[in-house]
């Protein structure tokens, strides 16, 4: 069998990353998506963007040291400060926090789903978004199997 890759572009040089992602030919991938509703943009995560990048990584049990973390917060928040699409920046990990380019909304998607409690990152990412006055909805795409070869 051979090694699974999944191709990303992103980072600020909009750079080519080919990820190894082991050996499975299909592979359990689950999110939660956290739409941005009515006024609500990407300046008014800004805020309250620490407190979920902080949760979602201590729920994935996935917290890097210090200084990477608050060089990843930080190159994150100068995207939203600006009300600009960010590009995530979180790489190496089993779960990762995506915006996607067509829509006002950012996922929570993991590749271990038996190991990351999305159910528990949802409730507590929805009560940070709450708190900080932010408008939005909540879907999930739970145990939906992709097929990784082409």
Do not use: C
């Amino acid at each position: 069998m051979l090694p699974t890759y999944i191709i990303e572009r992103g980072g600020p040089t909009n750079s080519i990353y080919l990820i190894d992602v082991g050996y499975p030919e299909t592979m359990a991938k689950s999110s939660v998506h956290f739409i941005l509703k009515g006024r609500s943009d990407y300046k008014d995560l800004a805020p309250v963007f620490k407190d979920i990048m902080q949760n979602v990584l201590e729920n994935a049990d996935q917290v890097p040291e210090e200084e990477e973390f608050t060089m990843i917060l930080h190159l994150n928040l100068d995207d939203l400060e600006q009300n600009r699409k960010p590009e995530g920046y979180i790489r190496k990990a089993r779960v990762r926090i995506v915006f996607p380019l067509d829509r006002k909304e950012f996922y929570v998607q993991s590749y271990s789903p038996k190991v990351v409690n999305l159910s528990k990152i949802r409730e507590d990412v929805s009560a940070i978004l709450n708190n900080g006055g932010i408008s939005f909805d909540v879907t999930e795409d739970d145990d939906i199997k992709f097929d990784l070869k082409n």
